[in-house]
């Protein structure tokens, strides 16, 4: 493989459930699972309990709804979603979803918590 692949020296593997970094919110569950020595994408299962608004200036986000259904609000702009629509958000936007939504977050560069 080529010197400025990102993939030298990164082997296969698996992350399990129990070695996902874990985090309990007042607003939300998250479950991140990052590749070790491999920072170009992240992966993160979020559990919506309440409205919050967020931003992440470092990030793209691609969220995938897993469950549920509701809004999400991107810079003022609102957008209803359901189980299995993919939505993409732009590092740096400002962005709010409904509560009760399951998403599957996949954030480049991957989210260091």
């Not at 020595?37 to 992240?42: C, F, H, M, R, S």
């Not at 793209?60 to 609102?78: F, H, N, R, T």
Request: proline residues 4%; contains cysteine.
């Amino acid at each position: 493989m080529e010197e400025g692949s990102v993939r030298v020296g990164v082997r296969p593997q698996i992350i399990t459930k129990a070695q996902a970094l874990n985090i309990q919110r007042e607003n939300m569950e998250l479950d991140i699972y990052n590749v070790d020595g491999y920072k170009g994408v992240g992966v993160a299962r979020v559990v919506k309990k309440d409205f919050a608004s967020d931003c992440h200036p470092d990030n793209d986000l691609l969220d995938y709804v897993i469950s549920g259904s509701g809004a999400v609000e991107i810079d003022g702009e609102k957008f209803d979603v359901k189980a299995g629509d993919l939505v993409f958000i732009p590092r740096g936007s400002n962005f709010t979803w409904s509560a009760g939504v399951e998403l599957l977050a996949i954030m480049q560069p991957r989210f260091e918590g």
